[in-house]
């Protein structure tokens, strides 16, 4: 008995160790190390190995730094939408049958591979397609994903290596249920829908309120039309001096304007609205007579003596602007 248990002692760390060597099959031994760990983390001896031809196989390998000190923000925020796409091929085929594997090789673990590649920026993507077999590849060299554009989503990789590599499966990419935004977003509309029916009473009569709208309105149609976009876009001076130690409010020119000059307009074309607005609508209801006599006169002077400056503001941006009425 005691022989046996001894034999056994002996016997055991043997098998072991032959369970842990290579079989052979380089895809089987990368493989196999994938399912415990994925994306594979290299060095630049792995990378070596893995990439160096003859391959029947295909790698996808991710070149990164991912520490603060060098400052890549774009591989840190890679870094899990690449870990989700290689955990969602590799669950998808845990047979081996797309003979893809996925690796990560970070800037730390492998200088003299980013020195021999003269990479200068990260992140970058190479994808190694198989150099012998029925799907071989007669140029060797991978084909390159680079982030010139900004970042890319798992979904976007996982399309560009599904066009690369050879037929054969293509597991899908599984995003996992995020909980936390399902019980945000639902919390939210519960929250909104309480809101609007305790504060509806109060918000419905403000909402329909046709004078609220029509002033939003003609605030919006004033704003717009006095140049205010024109000044955000070109950057436009708020004023400017006249070379005299005066100041010019209005710009020569009609392609041309000030900030201040833009308004002025706004307060004029303001003027002739409420002027309009109120000899349209108010004086028709005024009962004395008299009164709404007067009052259609003073709102007519208003309109014509500012529709009159605003004419002498056409001559002034363009001298040979051929309209004019009294007094300006």
């Known amino acids: 008995m005691k022989l046996a248990s001894l034999l056994i002692a002996c016997v055991a760390p043997l098998t072991a160790l032959a369970a842990k060597q290579p079989t052979g099959d380089k895809f089987q031994d990368f493989h196999t190390k994938s399912l415990s760990s994925t994306p594979l983390k290299l060095d630049d001896g792995y990378y070596d190995e893995l990439t160096t031809a003859p391959r029947d196989y295909s790698v996808v390998v991710l070149l990164t730094a991912l520490e603060a000190r060098y400052g890549c923000q774009l591989c840190r925020e890679f870094q899990p939408e690449w870990d989700l796409l290689a955990k969602s091929w590799n669950k998808g085929d845990k047979a081996g049958e797309s003979r893809v594997l996925y690796g990560t090789l970070d800037f730390t673990d492998g200088r003299q591979t980013f020195q021999k590649l003269q990479l200068q920026t990260a992140p970058l993507v190479l994808l190694f397609q198989p150099t012998v077999g029925p799907n071989a590849k007669v140029d060797g060299h991978p084909v390159r994903l680079d982030f010139n554009n900004g970042g890319k989503s798992a979904e976007q990789v996982h399309d560009w290596i599904s066009r690369h590599i050879p037929n054969g499966p293509r597991p899908p990419l599984v995003r996992p249920i995020n909980y936390i935004r399902i019980i945000f977003v639902t919390t939210s509309v519960l929250g909104l829908i309480t809101f609007f029916s305790v504060a509806s009473p109060y918000i419905l009569p403000v ?89 259609v006169f003073v709102w007519g002077a208003i309109i014509l003596g500012m529709y009159s400056f605003l004419l002498s503001v056409f001559r002034v941006k363009n001298g040979g602007y051929p309209f004019w009425l009294p007094p300006f």
């Open 207 to 295: 909402v329909q309120n046709r004078n609220l709208w029509a002033a939003i309105s003609i605030i919006a149609i004033l704003l717009f039309t006095s140049g205010h976009m024109f000044n955000h876009i070109r950057k436009v001076p708020y004023i400017s001096g006249d070379g005299k130690g005066g100041i010019n409010y209005f710009a020569g020119g009609f392609s041309n304007q000030f900030g201040l000059e833009t308004q002025i307009v706004a307060a004029m074309y303001g003027v002739l609205s409420f002027a309009t607005i109120s000899l349209a609508l108010k004086v028709p209801r005024i009962a004395d007579p008299k009164r709404q006599q007067v009052a």
